[in-house]
Every structure is written in C-alpha cells, then in structure tokens.
C-alpha cells in the first residue's frame, strides 16, 4: 500500500516532464500539482506510522498515579457479552431492537454492577454503592433516602434534533438497563430520576423506550419539547482553576439539584485529546451551544502535543462539587464503540477477546480516573493510530495528582481556596494481552484492579 503512493508520485512528474517538451504549461502545472498530493499522502502516512511507533515511548506500565478510590479500591469491572450485539454494519440502525437484545444489556449491566462490589446481588450491590458515597462524601452511614434525587449523565454528542440518527451516541439499551435496575433494585421512584443531556439531544431512539417504560422519569435535554423538560442553568457555577475566558461556566440546574450522579460515557476517540470518555462527558452539562462550531475554545482541552505539562481542564470536571463530587458511579458504553467522536460506529475490535466482534462491553467503577485510565488503554491498543493519541493520558494524570500535579496547576474548580486532593488512580496496563494492573500482579499494589467479568448468554444459561 505504501508503494502505491510513491508509485503515483513518480507517474505524475514524468508525465509533467512529458508536457512542458510540449509547452503544454497548464497540463504539466495540473501534473506537478498530483505529483505533490499524491506524495503527501504517502508522507501522512508516514507521519502516521512514526506516531503509531512513538505511542508506547512516553508512559510505563504499572507505574500508578494518585489513590485508589472505592469499595473496592481502584477497581474497574469490565462486563463482556458478546450477544449484546449483532448488527451488521449495513442495515438499518446499529441501536436497533433486531440487533440489540435488550435482555442481554440487562444481562452485562447487573454482572458489571456486581463485579464493582464483590457483591452477589444486585439490591445489595446499590445499598453498598449509597452507603459509601455517603459515607465518603457526606459522612454519614445511610443508603439512599427517600425523595433524593439521581440524574443520569448521558453522551448525545453527535445529534442535532430529537430525531434518531445512525451515528455514535448513548447506547438505548443500556439506558434502559440502568434505569430498570435503579427503580426495581435501587428502590429510587422513577419520578426522582432525570436521564439527561443538558447540551445536545434526548433522541426518539432513547425517549420512546425509557418514556413508554417508565413515564415518571425526567428527560432533559437543551431544547425540551416532544415530552422532554428543557435544561436550565445556573450562572458561573463553574468558574474553572484558570481563566478560560468565561467559556461554559454555567451547570446544569438538574444536575446541580441532583444528590447523586451517575456518569455514563462512550468509549470513543476524539480528536484532540485522544479519547472522549468520564471526564469529557461531563463537558456536556456546562452551558454550551448544542451546535458545537458555535462554541469558543479556551485552553485545557487538549494535551500539549510537545508533551509538556500544561494545565487540563478535566480535573475541575472530576473535582468539582455538582459533577465528579455527586458521582456515585461511572460507567463507560462499549457496546460498539468508535475510533473517532462522531460518525457510524464501523470498527470491530482486532483485540482479544473480541477478535474482529463488536466489543459488546460495560465498565463500571467508583473511580473515575481508574476507569477513564482502563478505557484509555483499551484504545490505544486497538487504535493507535487515531488522532492526537500522544500523551493522551496527561490529563488522566492531572486528575489521579489534582493534589500536585505535573502542570504545577492549583485545581480549585469552584474558587473558594481549597485545593482538590487526589480524585483517584492513574495507571497503565503492563501489556494487552494480559491486560494486568498493579492489583492484578500483586495484592500489595496501590494501583488498578482490572476485573474481567464475561457474561454468559441467555441461551447459555439455559
């Protein structure tokens, strides 16, 4: 394939030199102009390669970041079910009925839940994750008390109206699935439950299956209309640890009125930043346009591409009060996943134990840096070479030392002089085959703890 280029390139300039003996200046400037397109293309793919090569030059595995946080701490669940999904590629929509079995999705995310706590049972499970939110966060030894409130975070990045479309976004069946199991084994009333994104839209896709399941829920997305609430925001909720030039400093109302959160992202790349996971997905709850070229950029959102340590803006994310602060779990779709933040989910994974599947995955973990660090491995294995990957972890480890951080930043995202500390664990896997982190190696690690749980399928079990 490389030589194809070079091949092309040098086809294109004799052909120029072929025209000028003819003084045919216009044909032989057009052939010039191949020759050099042709050739660039074969030095982007070059560039390509090199960045590829250079990806495992710049980190060390199983050197972790930060502490631990959890039940469990560090611990990420990572849920496999291969029969979650089954489209095609081609035909039709990819989060449809016929291609996603929503008993399966039920399926990987009770397994996931329990794989976070070490407990087997779902209802115990949630107890277990209320009691230590709240006794970590509010200190106090008490689950879930009636009349609190749960919103849902969820990633509708890629829509434009509550029509459905075909490209990346949350994933309806699992939606379903998390709700399903906060009403009947949480025991949260569907009315003290908002399923969100303050930013984008709340697709028919979404509504129509959660909606006509549990009509008491709240959906809130930026416009409102066709029986979704319109999303309000309170002013400068969000003034940053560095003047970004007042860019999104509003939060979400129902997400600031939330006594829990739940964070649940897309295992996606970005370009940029390498990936779009927790942290990122948090973005969507400040008061941006929903047209995203509309939006001014201000600093923090990418890593420096010279590898220096600059400030990110992802720890105020995860360190502030109303978002990372209110978070009792978060969870990452890999269901299908994809290579690049918008667009229709095409890449199958090459990745044992996907071996060219979709990944049909959930990870779940009270950790957000653990879990944006395993998600963040996940894809630079499998696509090294998608955009802007370099030191795409740099902000991973801003969060796992908000405390003192490479940049030298002091992280206080709500301005009131008091310094984040650490918000959890930043470690990279020692290779992906095994998969392994400190706390898979050794029981006296203080990193990661990868825990893998397949989930055996319907017609398995029987």
């Known amino acids: 394939m490389w030589i194809l280029p070079l091949t092309g390139s040098a086809l294109a300039f004799k052909k120029a030199r072929s025209k000028l003996s003819e003084v045919r200046y216009i044909a032989a400037a057009l052939f010039v102009i191949a020759g050099i397109v042709v050739a660039g293309l074969h030095n982007e793919e070059s560039d390509a390669k090199q960045s590829t090569n ?49 008993a399966e999705a039920d399926n990987l995310l009770t397994q996931t839940l329990l794989s976070v706590t070490g407990i087997q049972e779902e209802k115990k499970s949630w107890d277990a994750l209320f009691h230590f939110f709240n006794k970590t966060k509010r200190v106090i030894d008490a689950g879930y008390t009636p009349g609190e409130k749960v919103a849902i975070k969820i990633n509708q990045n890629n829509t434009d109206s509550h029509k459905s479309n075909n490209e990346i976004n949350a994933n309806p069946q699992l939606i379903l699935s998390l709700v399903r199991s ?50 309000t925001f309170v002013v400068n909720a969000i003034p940053y640890s560095v003047d970004n030039g ?65 400030y990110s803006v992802y720890p105020d994310y995860m360190g502030h009060r109303n978002l990372g602060g209110k978070t009792m779990l978060f969870l990452i779709d890999g269901v299908y996943g994809n290579k690049f933040v918008n667009g229709i989910p095409a890449f199958k994974w090459s990745l044992a134990p996907f071996n060219c599947n979709w990944p049909g995955s959930l990870f779940a973990s009270q950790d957000g840096v653990a879990i944006d660090a395993v998600a963040l491995d996940f894809a630079l294995a499998e696509w090294p070479d998608a955009p802007d990957m370099m030191y795409s972890d740099y902000s991973v480890n801003e969060s796992a030392l908000a405390d003192h951080p490479p940049s030298g930043t002091f992280y206080d995202p709500e301005r009131d002089g008091t310094r984040l500390t650490s918000l959890g664990v930043s470690e990279h896997w020692n290779n992906s085959t095994e998969k392994k982190y400190s706390r898979n190696l050794s029981k006296s690690g203080k990193g990661i703890e990868l825990v893998y749980s397949p989930v055996q399928n319907q017609q398995n079990r029987h």
Not at 79 to 89: E, K, L, Q, V, Y
Not at 266 to 279: F, P, R
């Open 246 to 310: 007042k860019v999104a400093t509003g939060l979400a109302t129902c997400i600031v009125e939330a006594d829990y959160v739940i964070n649940m992202a897309i295992l996606k790349g970005h370009v940029t930043q390498g990936v779009s996971l927790c942290a990122k997905n948090f973005f969507g709850c400040t008061d941006i346009e929903p047209d995203w070229h509309k939006n001014a950029h201000s600093i923090g959102f990418s890593q420096n591409r010279d590898g220096l340590h600059t």
């Open 182 to 231: 906060l009403v009947h084994e949480a025991g949260i009333p569907e009315q003290n439950i908002t399923v969100t994104d303050p930013s984008r839209f709340i697709t028919d896709n979404i509504y129509d299956k959660c909606h006509a399941a549990y009509p008491k829920v709240h959906y809130i997305d930026h416009a409102g209309g066709d029986g979704r609430e319109q999303a």
């Open 54 to 102: 250079n990806l495992e030059i710049w980190y060390t595995p199983n050197a972790p970041f930060g502490i631990a946080r959890g039940i469990n701490p560090g611990r990420v669940a990572w849920g496999h079910n291969p029969a979650i999904a089954s489209w095609d590629g081609k035909t039709g929509f990819w989060w449809e009925e016929r291609f996603n079995n929503q």
